[in-house]
């Protein structure tokens, strides 16, 4: 392909967002949704071209004597985040095109920059085919999102957005040494390389590989995020308005299980099974912890923002678990996961707009006061705790019938995990839906139910659940490659099924 296609994609909202941080009027806002539906576009037709076989990857020689190129290419777990990238994007600026939460510190234009930008990047982050390429697109990411945090966040927003930049800083700092090191590695071996086709060839192993692979894994668990790496996550969300929660936690985290796959697997096979063990303990700690931590929480933000601690859990207990199935189930929940955690922030966003705090004891009664937000908050929490029909469901069961053919403790802790998921989704509904209008609900609950506005924003995120709840086949077939070939990689296959009776 002759074509640079995936350059344009990133590249496309790149220049978007750098133009809207030229002095502009209102029609900033206008530019800036064109820009993000040109995207959506580009993606849509990336994903057909990719369906009809046609080679999609660039390849050019950029820093040579590092050995780094401009390479971009797509796998199916690629595309899938790309998808969920370029689809977001445009609800997350719809979604704050007249919200209140931007007012009065930065500008909307600016807002909308920020977004474009770091969706620029993100695409360039899911495409990258170069460990050094990936690495500063990885960094750059930081510098948009901490500007949305620190921005147009919440009254405790410089502590949140700092809190989320140190530990990021300090995962990538740990990853620039594994960066260095696989230079090193490479040129011992002949040739300076950062293609991953290359550093694969090497089969980096011994503990030169097991130290390299952690500086990798150090960074990805901080971005994932889990336990007890995971601290500054619901601070940033808490103080983060709904549509950059939904960008940092739908979209940016995901490069944590993402790299796992496509960088860690790929490139240190043995030391990802080496550390297996462990990573099955720190996920399954993930799940539940971030059950308890939801079911503990006041601020609604703070509650969602605990949900997905737990269900990263998941997508990492699926990754190490080492079935093609628990596999291709984590990589799916990636994508459920996206949508999930949107309309989840998006819904309680619409609720705290309205009431003038994220306090959950500070409603009651709400279905009363607005049906259609009741409903819309039902479905997220519905999606939350995985109910049949879901998307969600799917990658979830996926994810443990895969890991009980490996480690059937695990998947019983995992269950646990489930049945608390059940717990907080209850009470992240209950609360403030359920029972009597209370007065004070009454007295502060301002405005009408959701608008004209604010019901499309819903659409294709609740509909994108309902659709990959219902037929998921597609997108199964579309991540399992990825699956397969990473099991392929780290050299196991699936265990064989156990049928009862036989010796």
């Given at each position: 392909?002759?074509?640079?296609?995936?350059?344009?994609?990133?590249?496309?909202?790149?220049?978007?967002?750098?133009?809207?941080?030229?002095?502009?009027?209102?029609?900033?806002?206008?530019?800036?949704?064109?820009?993000?539906?040109?995207?959506?576009?580009?993606?849509?037709?990336?994903?057909?071209?990719?369906?009809?076989?046609?080679?999609?990857?660039?390849?050019?020689?950029?820093?040579?004597?590092?050995?780094?190129?401009?390479?971009?290419?797509?796998?199916?777990?690629?595309?899938?985040?790309?998808?969920?990238?370029?689809?977001?994007?445009?609800?997350?600026?719809?979604?704050?095109?007249?919200?209140?939460?931007?007012?009065?510190?930065?500008?909307?234009?600016?807002?909308?920059?920020?977004?474009?930008?770091?969706?620029?990047?993100?695409?360039?982050?899911?495409?990258?085919?170069?460990?050094?390429?990936?690495?500063?697109?990885?960094?750059?990411?930081?510098?948009?999102?901490?500007?949305?945090?620190?921005?147009?966040?919440?009254?405790?927003?410089?502590?949140?957005?700092?809190?989320?930049?140190?530990?990021?800083?300090?995962?990538?700092?740990?990853?620039?040494?594994?960066?260095?090191?696989?230079?090193?590695?490479?040129?011992?071996?002949?040739?300076?390389?950062?293609?991953?086709?290359?550093?694969?060839?090497?089969?980096?192993?011994?503990?030169?590989?097991?130290?390299?692979?952690?500086?990798?894994?150090?960074?990805?668990?901080?971005?994932?995020?889990?336990?007890?790496?995971?601290?500054?996550?619901?601070?940033?969300?808490?103080?983060?308005?709904?549509?950059?929660?939904?960008?940092?936690?739908?979209?940016?985290?995901?490069?944590?299980?993402?790299?796992?796959?496509?960088?860690?697997?790929?490139?240190?096979?043995?030391?990802?099974?080496?550390?297996?063990?462990?990573?099955?303990?720190?996920?399954?700690?993930?799940?539940?912890?971030?059950?308890?931590?939801?079911?503990?929480?006041?601020?609604?933000?703070?509650?969602?923002?605990?949900?997905?601690?737990?269900?990263?859990?998941?997508?990492?207990?699926?990754?190490?678990?080492f079935t093609t199935q628990s596999m291709s189930g984590?990589?799916?929940?990636?994508?459920?996961?996206?949508?999930?955690?949107?309309?989840?922030?998006?819904?309680?966003?619409?609720?705290?707009?309205?009431?003038?705090?994220?306090?959950?004891?500070?409603?009651?009664?709400?279905?009363?006061?607005?049906?259609?937000?009741?409903?819309?908050?039902?479905?997220?929490?519905?999606?939350?705790?995985?109910?049949?029909?879901?998307?969600?469901?799917?990658?979830?069961?996926?994810?443990?019938?895969?890991?009980?053919?490996?480690?059937?403790?695990?998947?019983?802790?995992?269950?646990?995990?489930?049945?608390?998921?059940?717990?907080?989704?209850?009470?992240?509904?209950?609360?403030?839906m359920t029972g009597p209008v209370t007065d004070d609900?009454?007295?502060?609950?301002?405005?009408?139910?959701?608008?004209?506005?604010?019901?499309?924003?819903?659409?294709?995120?609740?509909?994108?659940?309902?659709?990959?709840?219902?037929?998921?086949?597609?997108?199964?077939?579309?991540?399992?490659?990825?699956?397969q070939a990473a099991m392929q990689r780290v050299q196991?296959?699936?265990?064989?099924?156990?049928?009862?009776?036989?010796?």
């Amino acid at each position: 392909m002759t074509f640079p296609w995936l350059t344009v994609l990133g590249l496309v909202p790149l220049v978007g967002g750098l133009l809207l941080l030229l002095p502009m009027r209102e029609a900033s806002k206008w530019l800036g949704m064109g820009f993000a539906l040109l995207t959506l576009g580009l993606g849509a037709g990336i994903a057909g071209m990719y369906s009809a076989g046609v080679d999609l990857a660039v390849q050019v020689p950029w820093v040579r004597s590092f050995g780094a190129s401009w390479a971009l290419g797509l796998d199916g777990m690629g595309l899938a985040m790309v998808l969920l990238t370029v689809i977001l994007t445009p609800v997350v600026l719809l979604v704050e095109w007249k919200s209140s939460g931007i007012v009065g510190q930065w500008t909307s234009q600016a807002f909308f920059a920020l977004v474009l930008i770091l969706e620029g990047l993100s695409l360039f982050v899911f495409t990258a085919d170069d460990v050094l390429l990936f690495y500063l697109f990885f960094e750059a990411t930081l510098i948009p999102m901490y500007f949305l945090i620190v921005g147009y966040g919440g009254p405790r927003r410089g502590y949140a957005a700092l809190k989320f930049l140190l530990f990021s800083l300090a995962g990538g700092l740990v990853m620039l040494a594994s960066v260095i090191g696989l230079y090193v590695v490479s040129a011992s071996a002949g040739r300076p390389s950062y293609l991953l086709s290359d550093l694969a060839a090497l089969n980096i192993g011994g503990e030169a590989g097991h130290w390299l692979m952690l500086g990798f894994l150090i960074a990805f668990i901080i971005k994932a995020p889990m336990v007890p790496l995971h601290t500054w996550l619901p601070d940033a969300a808490e103080q983060s308005t709904p549509g950059s929660a939904t960008m940092l936690v739908g979209v940016l985290d995901k490069i944590g299980t993402f790299g796992m796959i496509k960088f860690c697997l790929v490139i240190f096979p043995e030391a990802s099974r080496w550390a297996a063990p462990v990573m099955v303990i720190l996920a399954l700690i993930s799940i539940i912890y971030g059950a308890l931590g939801a079911i503990g929480s006041r601020n609604l933000m703070r509650l969602v923002a605990y949900t997905s601690i737990s269900h990263f859990g998941f997508m990492v207990l699926g990754i190490y678990s080492f079935t093609t199935q628990s596999m291709s189930g984590s990589i799916f929940y990636m994508l459920n996961h996206g949508f999930s955690t949107a309309a989840l922030f998006l819904a309680v966003g619409y609720l705290i707009s309205r009431r003038g705090s994220a306090d959950i004891n500070a409603f009651g009664g709400v279905q009363k006061l607005a049906p259609v937000a009741s409903g819309v908050l039902l479905l997220a929490a519905l999606s939350a705790l995985s109910l049949p029909g879901m998307s969600t469901f799917v990658s979830e069961i996926m994810v443990v019938t895969g890991t009980f053919g490996r480690a059937p403790w695990a998947t019983a802790v995992a269950t646990v995990g489930m049945v608390l998921a059940a717990v907080y989704a209850l009470r992240l509904y209950r609360k403030p839906m359920t029972g009597p209008v209370t007065d004070d609900a009454a007295q502060h609950f301002t405005g009408r139910d959701l608008n004209e506005v604010e019901r499309l924003v819903m659409v294709p995120v609740i509909g994108a659940i309902l659709l990959l709840g219902f037929y998921p086949q597609p997108a199964v077939k579309l991540v399992e490659p990825t699956a397969q070939a990473a099991m392929q990689r780290v050299q196991l296959v699936d265990p064989a099924p156990v049928v009862e009776g036989e010796q």
